[in-house]
């Protein structure tokens, strides 16, 4: 094996190995940022369902009110 030969296979290790680490951090970095993303998600619909019930409530609650004593 040549010089050359031992360089280019060196050369090679060491760019898939940075590859590699570049892959692992960009992977890691999209599921922590998606996962908050989800989380965020989540909870925006959890608070818009709670929103929403809490609407239907006071509409019953102001028919209800209506039908008995008319205001």
């Known amino acids: 094996m040549s010089a050359a ?3 280019a296979t060196r050369y090679s290790a060491v760019q898939m190995l940075a590859f590699s680490e570049a892959v692992d951090k960009t992977f890691g970095l999209v599921v922590v940022f998606g996962g908050i993303g989800v989380v965020v998600n989540v909870l925006l619909l959890y608070i818009f369902v709670l929103v929403r019930g809490e609407h239907q409530q006071n509409e019953q609650y102001r028919a209800e009110r209506q039908r008995r004593f008319g205001d």
Do not use: E, P, S
Request: hydrophobic share 0%; net charge neutral; aromatic share 34%.
């Open 5 to 7: 030969q031992g360089y």
